[in-house]
Nanobody, 120 residues
Framework: QLQLVESGGGLVQPGGSLRLSCAAS????????IGWFRQAPGKEREGVSC????????NYADSVKGRFTISRDNAKNTVYLQMNSLKPEDTAVYYC?????????????WGQGTLVTVSS
């Protein structure tokens, strides 16, 4: 069974940091780009960041550029999203998804999501 499992979410104060992980099971991430998405209550899902299969190319939404960093460790079959300088508007459920390229849609596999809450 192909699965992506996110972890690392939680409650953090504004200005704080979290690192989300996206671990694959049942398949290898080597051949997939991985995207991070988020959905805040009452809002549509939005793309946050994406990393190519090799890790050589990344992109970010304007709202997180300079604060979030995506990376991958193919040996661990895991992709990370380091989130710094968090703001209340970053509160959302964060999902990772496996895509063939960062321009591909729809994803081949979705994770179940991890909740990030930024609040004092």
């Amino acid at each position: 069974q192909l699965q992506l499992v996110e972890s690392g979410g939680g409650l953090v104060q504004p200005g704080g940091s979290l690192r989300l992980s996206c671990a694959a099971s049942g398949f290898t991430l080597d051949y997939y780009a991985i995207g991070w998405f988020r959905q805040a209550p009452g809002k549509e899902r939005e793309g946050v960041s994406c990393i190519s299969s090799s890790g050589g190319s990344t992109n970010y939404a304007d709202s997180v550029k300079g604060r979030f960093t995506i990376s991958r460790d193919n040996a661990k079959n895991t992709v990370y999203l380091q989130m710094n300088s968090l703001k209340p508007e970053d509160t959302a459920v964060y999902y990772c998804a496996a895509v063939f390229t960062c321009s591909s849609w729809p994803p081949e596999v979705w994770g179940q999501g991890t909740l990030v809450t930024v609040s004092s």
